[in-house]
């Protein structure tokens, strides 16, 4: 938290590669500071961190509008095609410690392609590393961030008819976070509107986790 007028919500993108985890990034900092583009092999080998500036418009505190200010720290992918799982744990580790270890964190994005089926054991590695990395009350801390969801709108999915022919192994991860998704466009910046929603469910999933965050105090 800043002052009593500005709210800072930290967040962390976690996915296998070209899953538009820094495009996803970019769309909820209403910027371009992750490199995204196709790559047939990895593009993120560092973390990063990115800052909004001050959202207005969707948080009232005490009767009064306070600003919204939106940090993500975007990682390597896991499946890496250049780097251990052991790197990508040490160097995602580190910068939570260091970017989120005062403030402490309150979301994690597992970041999926909605345009691409999960297959049973797919996301195991994934979710291995999220529960390594935030303990065991990582359920409560994780979100899903279903990526090129407007390739299965183009598909003539809606949302609703996505989930009811969606697999047992995403509907499974689904109810382990307790229903924390949302779907997000992956058009190269999207509107303000549709991105003030997104923000809006992210809110919401904290709100609901009572404010709570992880890895505070564990700056070194």
């Given at each position: 938290m800043a002052d009593s007028n500005e709210m800072n919500i930290n967040l962390v993108v976690l996915g296998k590669t070209q899953t538009g985890k820094?495009?996803?990034?970019?769309?909820?900092?209403?910027?371009s500071d992750f490199e995204s583009r196709l790559c047939p092999s990895s593009?993120?080998?560092?973390c990063s961190l990115g800052r909004s500036g001050r959202i207005l418009g969707l948080i009232r505190r005490n009767g009064c509008?306070?600003?919204l200010c939106v940090r993500v720290l975007d990682t390597?992918?896991?499946p890496?095609?250049?780097?251990s799982k052991e790197q990508v744990r040490d160097t995602v580790r580190a910068a939570l410690a260091h970017h989120f270890?005062?403030?402490g964190l309150h979301l994690a994005l597992l970041v999926l392609r909605a345009d691409l089926p999960l297959?049973?054991?797919?996301?195991?590695?994934?979710?291995?590393?999220?529960?390594?990395?935030?303990?065991?009350?990582w359920k409560d801390f994780t979100a899903i961030l279903l990526t090129h969801a407007d390739k299965a709108e183009e598909a003539g999915y809606s949302e609703e008819t996505y989930l009811h022919s969606a697999p047992s192994t995403l509907l499974s991860l689904l109810s382990t976070v307790q229903h924390k998704y949302i779907f997000l466009d992956n058009h190269n910046s999207i509107?303000?509107?549709?991105?003030?929603?997104?923000?809006?469910?992210?809110?919401?999933?904290?709100r609901k986790n009572n404010y709570q965050v992880l890895l505070k105090h564990s700056k070194e």
């Open positions: 820094s495009a996803a990034g970019n769309s909820l900092l209403g910027s593009v993120t080998t560092c509008e306070s600003a390597p992918s896991y890496h095609t250049a780097l270890g005062e403030e297959c049973p054991d797919e996301s195991d590695d994934t979710v291995q590393l999220i529960q390594e990395l935030l303990g065991p009350t509107i303000k509107e549709e991105r003030n929603i997104v923000l809006t469910k992210l809110l919401n999933f904290i």
